[in-house]
């Protein structure tokens, strides 16, 4: 029961569209990751799982149950799920015991079973020895495991997460993404995370939902989607890419403003948009495709991030760190793309990728 | 560099070392000279016994009050001279002063200056003899007029006698001194049918009289002429305020010194000077007046002695006032609360319609001088004329009885105090709504719990502390409230401190005494409500006042929608809409008790009078004078709080602040009662009955509200601004005009008003301190309510709701609509 399907849901506040024609079913156990720009409508999306908002047209269905649509609502109290919220919503009046026991005692379970169930899921989040503390004795990382607990403690089937971890330090967040990851697969259950931060979408989900603008832009696992992005806007907003714009045919494709080609041996003729990733980039001070000149590096420990000049364009191109040391500025280097995605060309690039908020 | 830095401290402990011995001196100085004008036999209480034999004014007093009695109450002179004299005695405390009072007289001149001293002695304040009473001693015939006259003469010389109908109502309930200076009231009064036994200007000019600094320049000069020279007569007409300032100056500077010696850093900073200065406003006018009035209520004859304080409270009518005051503080707190709370979150929560609109109405009344909503609703409920109770007996066939409902008694008392303190905690609530985290309600849907479940298990937990905080704020306005009890109970004999204190002021000296053990009270009542809700409650407090607002989720009232827009619109028209109109109507009366549309019932005669009449512009000048210093002066204080508060980690910031708020919680009453106490030459300040101690009462008052505002501006402006503009090469100067200036500017404004608009309207202070020229319009309206024209009443009251209402919106123009009221 627990897979949720989204069909041709539309919300709109007043004649402003936030989010159009969604269509998508997420499937029981799986981990969905809504990724997007702030204002892109994941969190639009998410609030009307949970209830909190009504789709303007569309309809919901948990399993198949449907919770909402133009005739039936069911307010969130009535849906049965877990919810994690932003800014963690861990009620200041009650110990970290009764915030988390709050799901069952509004079930009226019996005392024995909430204490044991509390018990239980605390001892999940590694909190048993804070059940008596009230929240503001807590760190963050502490508060955010509480509202964890509090949303698996009814054990629930679909676990809504709203990007929990944007409150927490670098370090913190990063342990917090396995841990959230390890305890969905250990019980098996359905969530829909919404994040704007695509290392954790990368990390933690099975499938992600790309939306920009309202629209979804791309569903795929996160390789996929890395690697072959459907378009423009999905490659520059994943990962780090250089966009070259180019006149196809022939077996290649001649670059503007470099005025040098690329072998290229897919189906596109004419105008196109060439998308590559500067850590798929060979950078030789021997041979290669594209001849340039280093103008710029920056070693960062992992990697080298260098800026290459070639013809009137200047490629980012992530190499090796022991190159740092054997180049210099202004030396001549040569630039292979092992792989490289090819767009047509649609209009121009700036406005595919400007971002709305 | 270290021969510099040395140099330096050597110049700053010098200069410390100099002022204290300077404040020394001073302080030595004026003790000897002070002791010197002693020794010469003038305290200034035989200053004050002077009085009477120097002002001009008792031969004004005499013919316009006392003369018309002895012809018109028909007794024997000599035996009322007679009367008179015993009872100066047992009044003034001895033979002594009264013999010197009455000095080389005989005959009837001797009863007249009796009778005159007599008349000063208690016709000075007193309780007042409304309007309605004085026609009913007016209807007696001449012959009972008579009759009565001499009955209560008899009564006051101890030969009780059983008292006309009238008179005896009037004395209902009253004891003791209270009982004589009612039954003199009486008895002047209906001695002189036309007005007053003592026109107010009188009265105030004798009262001045007693205490002006002239008077004791007299007596002084008297008392040392040819026998110093000019240092000791300097030290000795002034020696108190040498005292005072010397005992400042070396104060500062110890703690300066101790300040420096703990800081390791001998340098004189700027900033140190501001707060002590400060401080030292604050503790002369508030520190020294409080700690002076509880040693008056406790030490009456400079032994401690609980006789004052076990004398008021056995009193019955005290311990009615006591009850009555905490009986009505508490049923406002909880119905204001109750009102409050459901409010609060229909406007902040709800899509109710107009949530925007009843939101301003409901913080609009927060502005409105309560006195103006008294006057409404006695025109309204009043049992015999109040237009509700004229529809309602019409509606239900009552006949002409009065009532139903009687606007003077304890609910009406309640009912009024309600209608005009709900919107503090209406304010307090829906601003810690505003700032409370919607996913915390999110989160208790999504656990499982409906609205309402929601609602009462979350909501309300978590707004408790800021209900608690709303609720003792309405608690503690509604008991130190002067202006509802005195326009509503003082007809309905509902006393309540604030109107006994008051009445005890009003009997002069010997009133004094008992209404400090009054006032403290009201301030020990004050000071653990502050404390209760400023340092109990606010550390339980879950949501951070200062924090950003978050867009709070909107709860679907849904098919209850236009229902209980329709319930919250009613509640508007009955505390708003209906009192206003009902000011605006009277104001438009000829006679009060026919309808407005009645032949010739309709004049703008009120309006222009207002507009027109000397006395009035007079106290219309007053007030914007007094308000307008009071919130210039006062914002400039609050800036330089803030800056102090919320920029430097200074030593001793604290304490003003500290002090600050505690003079915001004190009772109105309480802090003119102290000042008067205090100021009127015995710690060598004599500032009673002039601007002066009106805008000092003010500020004490009203400082916080404008520090407040200024405060939670300034920390929301992060310190890197600043910086950054220093960091571009402005000076510090530069920087406070071209950045933190600009962006507090909205705030600054909006404290500036918040000082202004209570100082403009004042009333509880005002009845308390002003003098001949100092009346304010509050005051006046007041006068008029209570003796002269309601009408006229109703117009001032009118024009001062316009005004306000105009400040608003000129404060919302000048910060962008980022502030009205």
Sequence with gaps: MSSVSIRNVTKAFGDHVVLSEFNQTFEDGEFVTLLGPSGCGKTTMLRMIAGFEKPTSGEILFGDKVVSSDRVFLPPEKRGIGMVFQSYAVWPHMTVFENVAYPLRIMKMPKDDVTRQVQEVLEIVHLSQYAQRIPSQLSGGQQQRVALARALVAKPELLLLDEPLSNLDAKLRESMRFEIKEIQTKLGITVVYVTHDQTEAMAMSDRVVLINRGKIQQVAPPAEIYDHPANQFVADFLGKVDFLSGEAGGGCIRLDGIEQTIPYDGERVGRVEVAVRPERITLSTKEGTLRGTLVNQYYLGDVNDCRVQVGEKQLRVITEPETYARMKLGDPVYLTFREQIVFDEEGSLEDKLKIVT | ?821
Excluded at chain 2, 517 to 546: C, E, H, N, P
Aim: hydrophobic share 50%; aromatic share 10%; with cysteine.
């Design chain 2, 1 to 821: 560099m270290r021969n510099r830095g040395k140099g330096s401290e050597i110049l700053c402990k010098v200069t410390l070392a100099v002022l204290f011995v300077l404040g020394i001196v001073l302080i030595l100085g004026g003790v000897w000279g002070n002791g010197q004008f002693e020794t010469a036999g003038f305290s200034q209480e035989n200053a004050f016994s002077l009085i009477y034999r120097l002002t001009s004014e008792s031969d004004a007093l005499y013919r316009k009050g006392i003369e018309p009695a002895i012809r018109q109450s028909g007794t024997d002179a000599a035996a009322m001279g007679e009367i008179s004299r015993e009872l100066l005695v047992s009044a003034w405390g001895g033979e002594e002063r009264v013999s010197e009072a009455l000095g080389e007289t005989s005959g009837t001149a001797r009863t007249e200056r009796e009778l005159k001293l007599l008349a000063a002695t208690y016709a000075m304040g007193g309780p007042k003899i409304k309007t309605a009473q004085r026609k009913q001693l007016a209807a007696l015939s001449a012959q009972d007029r008579g009759a009565m006259m001499t009955a209560i003469l008899k009564t006051l010389s101890g030969d009780e006698q059983p008292l006309p109908g009238p008179a005896a109502e009037l004395c209902e309930g009253l004891s003791g001194t209270e009982k004589t200076a009612m039954l003199m009231q009486i008895f002047l009064t209906s001695a002189n049918m036309d007005g007053e036994p003592l026109s107010s200007d009188l009265v105030s000019e004798l009262k001045k009289a007693a205490r002006t600094e002239d008077m004791r320049i007299t007596a002084y000069t008297w008392a040392v002429e040819g026998r110093m020279n000019w240092f000791a007569q300097v030290f000795c007409s002034a020696g108190k305020t040498f005292v005072l300032i010397g005992i400042l100056l070396a104060l500062d500077v110890l703690i300066l010194f101790f300040w420096l010696l703990a800081e390791r850093h001998w340098k004189l900073d700027v900033k140190w000077m501001i707060i002590l200065l400060i401080a030292d406003f604050l503790l002369v006018f508030q520190v020294l007046p409080t700690v002076n009035l509880v040693i008056n209520a406790f030490f009456p004859d400079g032994r401690f002695s609980l006789s004052t304080i076990e004398r008021l409270y056995t009193y019955d009518l005290n311990l009615s006032a006591l009850s009555n005051t905490l009986i009505a503080a508490s049923c406002t707190m909880v119905l204001g609360t109750v009102l409050a709370f459901p409010l609060a979150w229909l406007v902040g929560r709800t899509n109710l319609y107009g949530r925007k609109f009843f939101r301003s109405l409901f913080v609009l009344t927060y502005m409105v001088p309560p006195y103006v909503g008294a006057m409404a609703w006695l025109r309204l409920l009043n049992p015999n004329v109040g237009d509700i109770n004229v529809a309602l007996r019409g509606l239900f066939g009552l006949g002409d009885t009065p009532g139903p409902l009687n606007i003077y008694s304890l609910p009406g008392l309640i009912w009024v105090l309600t209608t005009f303190y709900y919107p503090y905690a209406f304010i307090t609530i829906s601003r810690a709504m505003e700032k409370m985290d919607p996913s915390l309600e999110e989160a208790s849907r999504v656990s499982g719990a409906s609205p309402l479940k929601t609602v009462a298990r979350i909501t309300f937990p978590i707004m408790t502390p800021s209900l608690i905080a709303g609720a003792l704020l309405v608690f503690v306005s509604a008991a130190s409230c002067y202006g509802i009890p005195s326009i509503i109970g003082a007809p309905g004999r509902v006393h309540t401190v604030t109107t006994r204190i008051i009445d005890y002021v009003g009997r002069g000296s010997e009133g004094m005494n008992d209404a400090t053990g009054m006032g403290v009270f009201l301030m020990v009542l004050a000071i653990i409500i502050l404390y209760i809700s400023d340092f109990v409650v606010a550390k339980r407090q879950y949501i951070t006042v200062s924090g950003k607002s978050v867009q709070p989720n909107i709860v679907d009232l849904r098919k209850w929608r236009k229902p209980i827009t329709a319930l919250v619109a009613l509640f508007a028209c009955i505390v708003i809409l209906i009192p206003f109109a009902t000011i605006l109507i009277t104001s438009f009366k000829v006679d009060l008790g026919k309808s407005l549309f009645a032949e010739g019932n309709f004049s703008f005669k009120q309006w222009t009078t207002i507009f027109s009449r000397d006395e009035m512009i007079e106290c219309m000048k007053n007030s914007f004078v007094f308000a307008i210093i009071t919130a210039t002066v006062g914002i400039v204080v609050a800036c330089t709080m803030s800056y102090l508060l919320q920029r430097t980690k200074i030593r001793g910031r604290k304490l003003p602040d500290f002090l600050i708020t505690l003079g915001s919680g004190t009772p109105s009453v309480v802090i003119a009662l102290s000042l008067i106490l205090s100021m009127r030459g015995d710690f060598g300040i004599n500032i009673y009955k002039t601007a002066y101690i009106m805008i000092i009462a003010y500020l004490i008052k009203y400082l916080m509200m404008g520090m407040r505002t200024v405060v939670s501006a300034m920390s929301q402006i992060h310190v890197s601004l600043e910086e950054c503009s220093q960091i571009s090469g402005a000076s510090w100067l530069k920087t406070m005009f071209k950045i933190t200036g600009p962006l507090i500017f909205p705030s600054i404004a909006a404290g500036w008003f918040l000082i202004f608009i209570p100082s403009f309207y004042e009333l509880s202070m005002t009845t308390l301190l002003y003098g001949n020229g100092t009346k304010t319009i509050g005051f006046e309206l007041y006068e008029y309510w209570t003796f002269t024209s309601q009408p006229m009443a109703c117009a001032m009251a009118f024009a001062i709701l316009l005004i306000v209402v105009i400040l608003n919106f000129v404060l919302n123009k000048l910060t962008r609509g980022e502030f009205s009221i």
